[in-house]
T-cell receptor
Framework: AQSVAQPEDQVNVAEGNPLTVKCTYS??????LFWYVQYPNRGLQFLLKYITGDNLVKGSYGFEAEFNKSQTSFHLKKPSALVSDSALYFC?????????FGAGTRLTVKP | NAGVTQTPKFQVLKTGQSMTLQCAQD?????MSWYRQDPGMGLRLIHY???????DQGEVPNGYNVSRSTTEDFPLRLLSAAPSQTSVYFC?????????????FGSGTQLSVL
């Protein structure tokens, strides 16, 4: 089955430190991978996507993600975390007419 | 631009009641969908539409109906509410149903069924 997995329910980092939110995928054929962010009491917002080409994808708010085919991973990264980055992050893969989401990772950035 | 607009933001129902969650988008998007979000389970697709007059079931369609009479509107109907339908519901749209297109989400409806 086409799916993504987020192995960490919670990630805690200190402000100014680099952050990584992990995602692995299981997709037959070409993987079309996405990251979304959800702030409290809000809908999901699109951050970035991997379609093809460069394995390092840059997105909104200084986030980037690294696609690694051999490890079937698509980890979200940011060089220097901000307190305002604290939110719920979802990895997803679009399969036909469905966007299949991971369970989400709650990121907390402490001052 | 308003984007994707959902109403109401909050709703409390009694078991057996029916109601309609409204969703409208002003981006002329072809594809619209409804998801429910439950803790620890991410988002799951309820129903979707690839254009006016065309709807289909997603992963968890039981207890819900949809229709798409216009490009802009995609209401979700709960036929006879059950406590298992307590959830946060999101409407989402994209300009096509292609696999490379991202979704735009509404702000959600928090539904409690007592």
């Amino acid at each position: 089955a086409q799916s993504v997995a987020q192995p960490e329910d919670q990630v805690n980092v200190a402000e100014g430190n680099p952050l990584t939110v992990k995602c692995t995928y299981s997709v037959s054929g070409n993987p079309y991978l996405f990251w979304y962010v959800q702030y409290p009491n809000r809908g999901l917002q699109f951050l970035l996507k991997y379609i093809t080409g460069d394995n390092l994808v840059k997105g909104s708010y200084g986030f980037e993600a690294e696609f690694n085919k051999s490890q079937t991973s698509f980890h979200l990264k940011k060089p220097s975390a901000l307190v305002s980055d604290s939110a719920l992050y979802f990895c997803a893969v679009r399969v036909n007419n469905d966007m299949r989401f991971g369970a989400g990772t709650r990121l907390t950035v402490k001052p | 631009n308003a984007g994707v607009t959902q109403t109401p933001k909050f709703q409390v129902l009694k078991t057996g009641q029916s109601m309609t969650l409204q969703c409208a988008q002003d981006m002329n998007h072809e594809y619209m969908s409804w998801y429910r979000q439950d803790p620890g389970m991410g988002l799951r697709l309820i129903h979707y539409s690839v254009g006016a007059g065309i709807t289909d079931q997603g992963e968890v369609p039981n207890g819900y109906n949809v229709s798409r009479s216009t490009t802009e509107d995609f209401p979700l109907r709960l036929l006879s509410a059950a406590p298992s339908q307590t959830s946060v519901y999101f409407c989402a749209s994209s300009y096509s149903h292609g696999q490379t297109t991202e979704l735009f989400f509404g702000s959600g409806t928090q539904l409690s069924v007592l």
